[in-house]
């Protein structure tokens, strides 16, 4: 196959380069059959020399720049350590920085070679921007976890609530959070939806406050029924006193029945037992005191037809 068949075989464009490209390489080797032998010699050597200086350039630039990102990449490493990072983004932010540093130090040795890299880095530009569209749910969820990961609204242990599900935080990974609900279930959320809403963390002060509502009827002793609650609530070694003492007041006037509002402070742990415990003995108790429980009740009347 001849170089004209071979060029009429390629696209235009890359037929065009290639055409130039043995164009000049013919024009080169002509002008060097024609020199002199002391010349070419020297032509030559100066070459080589040129090439060497730019060998050792580029090996110097490789040597020290990877010197210089493991340094980096240790002093970062040091700095996480002491903010007590997440692991796992740690891992992640030493990670891209090794990568990202490499592809500049390779890029600028390249160059150094005398290597034309704008290809090479229109290349990568276009790539990353395929990808990043390919990705950008995932992107989402990542960019996520990071926040997540830095701002810490809530870490592994804590009991929260968000996205419509609740549970203990067993894992926060990069791109999603998984919990484990109280019935054993296992709910993955994704870390960009995650990060944008609204999370109820129920683990990040160690009280809390219990609330509870009992209707009475209309007539009942109100001082009695308070008492009988308080002491309910005394009886009960959980109940705490600090931030604030068991309240107990009046709080609604409603249709057949008034309410008690009734609010105790517990640990985080204390929690549900005291919530159910207060529950079950306030039905046990008020009927043995007097207090009915109002029942809702609607009157009908029959209007009967004239004959």
Known sequence: MTFSTLL??????TADTTAKAIVQIEE?????????????FAFLVEKCINIGLKILAAIIIYTVGAWLIRRIKKIIGTVLE??????????????????????L????????????????????????LAVGMALSGTLQNFSGG???????????????????YEGTVESIEITATVLKTPDNRTITLPNGALSSGTINNYSTASVRRCDWSVNIPYGSDLERAKELIAGILKENK???????APFIALSTLGNGSITITVRAWVKNEDYWSLYYYFNETIYRELPKNGFDFPVPR???NLLKEEE
Do not use: C, W
Not at 28 to 40: F, H, Q, R, S, Y
């Open 8 to 13: 009429q075989s390629l696209p235009t464009g």
């Open 28 to 40: 080169t080797i002509g002008k060097l059959a024609e020199m002199p032998k002391e010349e070419l």
């Open 82 to 103: 002491k903010r007590k990072i997440e692991h796992s983004l740690s891992t992640f932010i030493l990670s891209f920085t090794s990568i990202s540093l490499t592809v």
């Open 105 to 128: 130090l390779i890029v600028i040795t390249i160059q150094t070679l005398g290597v034309d890299t704008s290809s090479f880095v229109a290349l990568l530009a276009g790539s990353g």
């Open 146 to 164: 990071i926040m997540i990961l830095i701002f810490k609204p809530f870490k592994v242990g804590d009991y929260i609530e968000a996205q419509g």
């Open 238 to 244: 959980s109940v705490l006193d600090t931030p604030a």
């Open 298 to 300: 609607m009157n009908v």
